[in-house]
């Protein structure tokens, strides 16, 4: 499995990073639109290849094509928003595209691998992402999309995710040694935006795949 960082709209940028990696699924964590300029191509090529999960970039543009209301207004285009609404254009496939992020799930677990757009709450544990009563009051939806805690080990369960990126430059794994070592660490961000590099990593190999921003 590839898991993919933060795209934001560098679609030849993902194409050159995949190309680098073993040919086996890709997994978005989120936040495939906004900034760049090819956000359309981002979502069309996650519509037919390998798994995508929803970002807060994702959440935001929904929310400003439903007429508002979940965020303060404007917020989304203070956050690339323009970039997207451009690169979607006007026509009858834009339907389809939206369908499918709001059929975007909010995490993904498999055996000893749950992977979020953002960390999970430390006040969390791994079984409450199952919770009816968080999803519906809203609060699994906020924290998996906007949480800005480091990580806190979980027994058993290595954590990926995004979101983060405004914070490293390359792939940040988390470890209670001192050393941190991809082998040794509970979790791993993946979002290397302050760096200009999209970020992926092979699972269960935890090998860091880096390509340079090309759009």
């Not at 997994?27 to 290849?49: A, C, N, Q, W, Y």
């Not at 203070?78 to 609404?85: P, Q, S, V, Y």
């Not at 339907?95 to 799930?105: A, C, E, N, Y």
Request: hydrophobic share 40%; with cysteine; charged share 25%.
């Amino acid at each position: 499995m590839n898991l993919i960082g933060d795209i934001h709209g560098n679609y030849q940028t993902l194409l050159a990073l995949l190309k680098q990696m073993p040919d086996e699924e890709p997994v978005s964590v989120g936040d495939m639109i906004d900034r760049g300029p090819r956000s359309r191509k981002v979502l069309e090529f996650f519509m037919t290849h390998g798994r995508a999960l929803l970002g807060n970039h994702e959440h935001m543009m929904l929310d400003h094509l439903n007429g508002g209301g979940d965020y303060e207004r404007g917020l989304w285009f203070m956050n690339g928003g323009n970039a997207t609404l451009a690169s979607l254009g006007q026509n009858s496939s834009m339907d389809s595209l939206i369908q499918f992020v709001k059929g975007l799930p909010l995490w993904i677990r498999m055996d000893d691998l749950v992977v979020t757009h953002a960390p999970i709450q430390r006040r969390w544990e791994v079984e409450d992402l199952s919770s009816t009563e968080l999803l519906e009051q809203n609060h699994l939806e906020r924290g998996l999309l906007w949480n800005r805690e480091d990580p806190v080990p979980r027994q058993g369960v290595f954590q990926v995710f995004g979101h983060n990126g405004y914070r490293y430059r390359t792939v940040r794994f988390f470890s209670r040694h001192l050393l941190k070592r991809p082998e040794t660490s509970f979790a791993a961000c993946i979002d290397t935006n302050l760096g200009r590099v999209l970020s992926g990593m092979h699972w269960p190999s935890r090998k860091v795949f880096v390509q340079e921003y090309l759009d």
